[in-house]
């Protein structure tokens, strides 16, 4: 059994040799949910933690696809959809749709952005956090607090009605806000940006689920 310092995430954790090998999410109970897990059993062993959730849009799988058609009904595709909760949804920072991959991008010679380019980005965006929490417990934007969401994840005036016409049309959750401020902000870092372009605010927005019918 792994449970969050919270209680506000538990997981029921196979365990099989050397460690955890399968987990599913029970509950999640705590408005803000906390990082840290404890493995019990391991005394109290107590690390930071990321979730991440893969799944088929309708039972068959291909709903919206360009290429073979959906077999399921639209009563089917919402029932399917929504035994995953709207508070769930709501705590994930990041959803990005899949589509098929075309044979052209599949066979295609050219390479893509190195890894260790990507990675060179992420530590410079990092060690621009550390700087940026010197001094206080935070070490990263996902850290933050409303309080450090108004210091540090400011909007100029477009960014702001950007903003404010996503929580209108979306009907986004005070929790979606806070989240979408510091996604926004953890773009403009990795961006080497001192300050949250709207750009980076228009990037952040697109990655906050649609509301269902």
């Known amino acids: 059994m792994v449970q969050t310092t919270a209680s506000s995430v538990k997981f029921h954790v196979e365990r099989n040799g ?30 930071k933690a990321k979730a991440c959730f893969c799944y088929y849009p309708c039972p068959c799988g291909y709903y919206n696809d360009l290429v ?7 009563a ?12 769930l949804l ?36 990092r060690e621009r956090q550390l700087r940026r929490f010197q001094g206080t417990k935070l070490t990263c934007n996902a850290d933050m607090g409303p309080a450090e969401v108004r210091d540090f994840c400011q909007v100029d005036p477009e960014g702001k009605s950007l903003l404010k016409a996503a929580m209108q049309q979306l009907q986004m959750s005070a929790r979606a806000y806070h989240r979408i401020l510091k996604l926004a902000r953890t773009i403009a870092d990795l961006a080497g940006s001192e300050k949250i372009q709207t750009v980076h605010l228009a990037e952040a927005i697109q990655y906050r689920p649609r509301r269902r019918s």
């Open 76 to 87: 089917m595709v919402t029932r399917y959809q929504k035994r995953i909760s709207g508070p």
């Open 90 to 125: 709501d705590r994930i920072d990041i959803h990005v749709e899949v589509p098929r991959v075309e044979y052209e991008k599949l066979s295609d010679d050219r390479l893509g952005e190195p890894s260790a380019a990507i990675r060179g980005r992420v530590a410079a965006a």
């Open 18 to 47: 050397n460690g955890p090998i399968a987990a599913s999410v029970y509950a999640i109970m705590a408005p803000s949910p906390a990082t840290d897990v404890v493995l019990a059993g391991w005394k109290g062993l107590r690390r």
């Open 68 to 74: 073979k058609e959906c077999t399921c009904s639209s």
